[in-house]
């Protein structure tokens, strides 16, 4: 599942992290970025993001973009895809080179003594792609093989699954990897022009945190990003994922079943996103201290984990959790989730559930800005959410204004145990495909008392 994806964000390195200063910088060229100074090493972390990603393959070309982006540094202007590799390493560059479904993204660490060269060697690889046919082959087949062992995979296939429920439309319904079929048909001229969708100079965020000054930054985006075109093609649309409650089995030979599930979510400029950031914490986001691992793991020994996330992505949200279990237990796993999912919702949590989760939600939130990379990629996440750069001295406040009344609204209005959809892979016992997620057995009563399983990331940067 795409699911797998996608946002972590925010600052964090400890008090002298909490009072980094954030400069906005517009390059004679007219590009905006952000800027984080700290000259205490000859090095600068620069992060590029283009708006749109894997969401902008074009209709029967699915996984294009994905198999692009792979192959910006397999050779790029008049260097093959091992002069490219030499290059970089003798300039002591690192690129790393990723696509989500919302966005194509660059990192970068650049040596101060050889940054000019580093970042016209990157420039090149942006704007003149080889796509040699030994590469292309060559990645292809990495995709292919990865593809391969996704269906091979009881999580993968239960995530691709529930993608393809909820978005049934919509790019977000099938990987970004694209199918053996989708791969296998890709041309150059598909990749020139997933190329040409993607990387779009109208759509770029830019952070850099290191040894770099505003003036510097200015004259080196502008020659990075020149020839790039202004503008490409439309974005999808906004679409409310289609969740119809009730449970979907895939036969599969494994004896531990895997289960994933989901209903829609909350927007990340929702007002209410905080109350809701709060509560899935208390739910399933907070590992060993949520609701739902108390229950079914502590509780019941029904399972070693239990999760769930919000999923904000640009054009749809969604809340979704993952749960592995034998195939005798994992009904009674499936029947206390919606119970405890029903039960929230209709009650709330408890005070001491509130004040635990504000404890903790604070109090890791300088441990975020672990480094100039990882203060890039948040730098950047702020700035596709749309974010100021007061917000990290801010987030803190919006956690711990969020009061009981707004958990239980938020809980009862968003909440919705008859739409919870669950797909599940395995042989469980007494399930099967089109029954109500509580049809399966009568579970035990649910505490008021108040990771965890693997969960697809969300977008690009922590939404909290």
């Known amino acids: 599942m795409r699911l797998l994806l996608a946002l972590t964000l925010i600052l964090g390195a400890a008090a ?7 400069q906005e910088v517009v390059s004679p060229g007219g590009i905006r970025a952000w800027l984080v100074e700290e000259h205490s090493l000859p090095f600068t972390a620069l992060e590029i993001s283009f708006r749109g990603g894997a969401n902008l393959d074009r209709e029967g070309k699915r996984g294009s973009v994905y198999l692009m982006t792979g192959l910006l540094e397999e050779g790029a202007g008049d260097r093959d895809a091992r002069a490219f590799q030499a290059a970089r390493e003798g300039l002591g560059a690192v690129f790393r080179f990723s696509a989500t479904d919302d ?4 990192s970068a660490s650049l040596l101060t003594e050889t940054r000019d060269e580093a970042a016209a060697l990157l420039h090149q690889a942006l704007v003149a792609p080889r796509f040699d046919p030994d590469a292309v082959e ?3 087949g990495q995709v292919l093989a990865g593809l391969a062992h996704d269906a091979q995979d009881p999580r993968m296939i239960a995530w691709n699954a529930l993608d393809a429920l909820a978005f049934p439309d919509h790019p977000y319904g099938s990987p970004i990897e694209g199918t053996p079929e989708s791969v296998a048909a890709l041309t150059r001229e ?18 850099a945190v290191g040894d770099i000054t505003a003036e510097e930054l200015g004259r080196l985006l502008d ?18 994922p289609a969740f119809a409650g009730g449970v979907t089995v895939i036969d599969y030979p494994t004896p531990q079943a895997v289960a994933v599930f989901g209903q829609r979510g909350i927007a990340r400029d929702d007002p209410d996103w905080f109350a809701a950031f709060v509560l899935d914490h208390i739910l399933g986001g907070g590992g060993f201290e949520s609701r739902l691992m108390t229950e079914i793991r502590e509780r019941r020994g029904l399972t070693y984990g239990i999760g769930t996330g919000l999923v904000p992505l640009e054009f749809g949200a969604t809340w979704v959790g993952s749960v592995a279990s034998s195939n005798a237990t994992m009904a009674e796993a499936i029947a206390v989730t919606r119970d405890i999912w029903a039960d929230v919702a209709a009650h709330g949590v408890t005070e001491e559930e509130l004040r635990a989760a504000k404890t903790y939600l604070t109090g890791e939130y300088a441990l975020r800005f672990d480094g100039n990379a990882q203060i890039a990629r948040i730098l950047v996440a702020m700035q596709i959410l749309g974010l100021p750069t007061s917000y990290v ?6 956690v711990e204004a969020v009061t009981m009344e707004d958990i239980r609204r938020v809980a009862a209005e968003l909440m919705d145990p008859d739409r919870l959809t669950f797909v599940i892979v395995g042989r469980p016992e007494g399930l099967e495909s089109g029954q109500g997620a509580g049809d399966a ?9 108040r990771p965890p399983a693997e969960l697809p990331a969300a977008a690009p940067g922590d939404q909290g």
């Open 16 to 22: 002298a992290r909490a009072e980094i200063a954030i």
């Open 223 to 240: 020659d990075l990003l020149a020839g790039l075109p202004a503008d490409g093609p439309p974005l999808p649309e906004r679409v409310e």
């Open 441 to 449: 057995e009568e579970s035990a009563p649910v505490s008021g008392d």
């Open 138 to 140: 060559r990645v292809r």
């Open 190 to 207: 598909d990749l020139l022009q997933a190329h040409r969708d993607a990387l779009v100079g109208g759509r770029v965020h830019v952070a």
């Open 393 to 398: 001295t801010e987030r803190n406040a919006l």
């Open 103 to 106: 966005s194509v993204s660059i």
